[in-house]
């Protein structure tokens, strides 16, 4: 904890200071008070006098650094508590449900920027070359929504949104790169208020800039703090991913000041109340601020990665119990996250959007300023939808797992035979669901919705005559995957482009990879349904047709990889003449993206020689298309030599926006050259690449095909070092991606290593981590044989 009381005492309800002393438990991170005398019962004031260290941990009271453009090093002091680190910066009742309202004063030195929860009220001058600023009190909260920062920070003119000024404060000379985060901030805290129906509840809203990070975002009263990407942005240079993914997170922070600042959850067990529904509004808010970005879509990405995780064994509820602070810090993962949100989603749904946003205004009216738990939000919805909310939703809140609904028609089809079943990559589960399923009848190139509760194992739909074809989960906003008898995947594959939504589609693909790792289909039948949606003009169903076609590479070695090669080129340049290989004036941001994810493809898993002498061309182009731009980066690196790592590593270094460094940065992790690699690591470890990324670069290099056997043997070897440098929440990240090793060797050697060297703070992650791990092996022994076939 790092803090020392150095003087206590009680002041009671009648004026009598009475000494105190402090003894601290680091096991349970308490202090206990001990009074030299007795009180009366009754309220009285404890006071403190304490002293603590501004660490370089990225979490409590913490010192983050910059370089100003004049190259010299300023430092800036900055807070994170969540989700028990306000602790580390003044002893307080450090608990969700010990909600306070807090006074804060500053004294620094009278150069600096000063910023906290509320607005500046006072500001007087020491005579000392400081000065004492106070801020407003906050409204009741808790201590994890506590924030102060100190440093050499500027912030844009405040625009009003609706009363409320919101600003942007950023280390110095970077305002010009503030306007998208402007934009995209006032637009939703105005969309916020609206669909809520309940007014901001800060005095004012700053967005702040934070050179090191351990996060990605954090919901702060009035003074959310972000990465420096999420919030400096140049809209001309940056990729559509990159902007989308900014506006997601600005929104989902915002989304925060009600759901989690407003209305939190009583303990961390519930930490879901807030994350799932403010990823949730982050999706609503990012599609009404640029519908064209299709963000509905592109959560299938999202979902993917949740049923990923929930595909196995070791899985969890979205609710299950928090004892320790490093309980509550595996509460932060993909489960919490998307799953979440996808079941927030499907919940809406089903209930209807009007019908499911009074139920919402009814929950953050009836319990502002206090604590909740999930049965109070269901409670809510109940009464104003009139439906049995807390059946269902109990089904997939407290048990892991999900479904596959099989579906299948009679021979004159007529009806619909549903079957839910508990779906995992290796054994069997007894879980049931009361599953919401939206099913579209195909008749003479229509479709007509139909919509079942599928509470029991199986249950049988009239289609109201013969159907053409039939899409179960129409729309894809369940949380299940489907498996379609043959003649009624046939019926979809064959016209996916006339039938099927591009979210729909992208579930076949979606789908048909998770039966492969499920040992249901063999790799052969995946392949040939890439082939027969390879004429998609959809980006999202290409990005994972291109995450299949990756994952099949990791199964094949030599001759059959370079026969997969070409079949890689072979499916991305035929559709990359369709969308053009140079961007036009009237492209959409998706078109241009679409362009770009085929390119990468072709180059970095094709190897395509037209693709790569291009991408060392755009490099030099300062008129590229910034999408393409992004992803010859990456096609480069894939192939480069020393000397193109060295280009990386100077334009990392040099880098005009964050968006561009940490593109070049985390390229680096590319390289297959064995030196450029060790300079990759060595950079970590030592300290050139800072503690909030350099995690991700090592994660990202250890998925690096050529190299990962070194690149586990770095991170094994140095292991204590990356673990004390490195903020404590980043270590389960940077193994994640071992989860790509197919060699059954390394695999053995990683498990047992983490098992020796287990991880506090993820723990449960790295378990999910070395089960797919395994799984992934599996898969790999037992679909080479066929994928080999197919490529012969």
């Not at 990923?308 to 119990?321: N, Q």
Request: proline letters at 4%; a negative charge.
């Amino acid at each position: 904890i790092e803090l020392s009381v150095e003087e206590a005492w009680v002041r009671t309800a009648v004026g009598e200071r009475v000494a105190a002393t402090a003894e601290f438990d680091e096991a349970t991170e308490r202090v206990t008070f001990r009074l030299v005398g007795t009180v009366a019962a009754g309220e009285h004031e404890l006071h403190c006098r304490f002293r603590g260290v501004l660490n370089d941990k990225l979490r409590g009271f913490y010192r983050s650094t910059f370089r100003d453009h004049e190259g010299v090093e300023r430092t800036i002091a900055t807070t994170q508590f969540e989700s028990t680190n306000a602790r580390r910066a003044f002893p307080c009742w450090d608990e969700p449900d010990a909600k306070a309202t807090f006074a804060v004063t500053l004294v620094v030195d009278d150069e600096l920027f000063a910023l906290s929860c509320g607005p500046e009220v006072e500001r007087t001058p020491t005579g000392d070359g400081r000065v004492r600023i106070r801020f407003a009190d906050t409204m009741v909260m808790s201590t994890y929504l506590l924030a102060f920062i100190v440093g050499p920070l500027e912030a844009t003119e405040p625009v009003d949104v609706n009363g409320t000024p919101l600003r942007i404060v950023h280390p110095l000379g970077q305002g010009h790169l503030t306007s998208f985060a402007l934009e995209a901030g006032a637009f939703s805290l105005r969309y916020f208020e609206e669909y809520f129906g309940i007014a901001y509840p800060g005095d004012k809203l700053d967005l702040v800039a934070v050179p090191d990070f351990a996060f990605g975002a954090m919901e702060n009263l009035g003074c959310v703090t972000f990465r420096e990407v999420l919030l400096l942005i140049d809209p001309a240079t940056a990729t559509q991913p990159e902007l989308q993914r900014a506006a997601d997170v600005i929104a989902h922070e915002i989304a925060h000041m009600w759901f989690g600042d407003l209305v939190t959850m009583a303990w961390w067990e519930g930490l879901w109340l807030k994350e799932a529904f403010a990823t949730f509004m982050e999706m609503k808010a990012t599609d009404a601020f640029r519908p064209d970005w299709k963000r509905w879509v592109d959560f299938g990405l999202m979902k993917t990665a949740a049923y990923d995780t929930d595909a196995l064994a070791s899985t969890r509820p979205i609710e299950f119990e928090v004892v320790s602070p490093a309980d509550a810090e595996g509460m932060y993962d993909i489960l919490t996250y998307e799953k979440g949100a996808a079941i927030v989603r499907m919940l809406e749904q089903y209930l209807g959007e009007e019908a499911f946003r009074a139920g919402v205004h009814r929950y953050l009216s009836r319990h502002a300023y206090a604590n909740t738990q999930t049965t109070d939000l269901w409670d809510a919805l109940e009464e104003a939808t009139g439906q049995p909310v807390r059946a269902l939703a109990d089904t997939w809140i407290f048990q892991g797992g999900f479904p596959l609904v099989d579906a299948s028609t009679g021979a004159d089809r007529t009806s619909l035979e549903l079957r839910q079943e508990h779906f995992r990559y290796a054994g069997g589960g007894d879980g049931r669901w009361h599953v919401p399923v939206i099913v579209d009848v195909v008749r003479g190139g229509r479709r007509e919705g139909l919509r079942t509760l599928l509470d029991a194992e199986t249950t049988t739909i009239d289609l109201g005559g013969a159907a053409d074809a039939v899409v179960v989960n129409a729309g894809g906003h369940g949380f299940f995957r489907v498996h379609y008898d043959d003649a009624g995947r046939r019926a979809l594959t064959t016209r996916a482009q006339d039938l099927l939504a591009p979210i729909e589609r992208y579930a076949l693909v979606d789908d048909a990879w998770a039966a492969l790792l499920a040992g249901r289909t063999d790799a052969a039948a995946v392949l040939a349904l890439c082939r027969e949606l390879a004429d998609d003009d959809d980006l999202s169903v290409w990005q994972r047709i291109a995450g299949v076609l990756g994952g099949l590479a990791r199964f094949v070695q030599g001759d059959d990889l370079a026969r997969l090669r070409s079949v890689v080129v072979d499916l991305a340049g035929p559709a990359l003449d369709v969308v053009g290989h140079e961007a036009a004036a009237d492209d959409d941001d998706r078109r241009r993206e679409l362009r770009a994810t085929l390119f990468g493809l072709a180059g970095t898993l094709g190897r395509d020689p037209a693709v790569l002498r291009r991408a060392e061309r755009l490099l030099d182009d300062p008129a590229a298309d910034p999408a393409l731009l992004a992803a010859a980066v990456n096609v480069t690196a894939a192939v480069g030599d020393v000397g193109q790592w060295e280009t990386h590593l100077r334009r990392a270094d040099t880098a005009a926006t964050p968006q561009d460094a940490r593109r070049y940065l985390y390229a680096l992790a590319d390289f297959g050259d064995a030196a450029c690699m060790d300079r990759t690591l060595r950079r970590c470890r030592d300290g050139d690449v800072k503690t909030q990324d350099a995690p991700f670069v090592i994660a990202r290099a250890i998925a690096n095909r050529e190299r990962a056997t070194e690149v586990w043997a770095f991170v094994a070897a140095n292991w204590d070092v990356l673990c004390e440098r490195f903020p404590s929440n980043s270590i389960s990240r940077m193994v994640s991606t071992v989860t790509t090793i197919t060699d059954p060797a390394l695999a053995d050697a990683v498990t047992t290593f983490l098992t020796a060297h287990p991880v506090a703070q993820g723990a449960r992650s790295v378990e999910q981590t070395l089960e797919k791990l395994g799984v992934h092996v599996a898969v790999a022994g037992r679909a080479g044989p066929s994928l080999r076939s197919a490529l012969a």
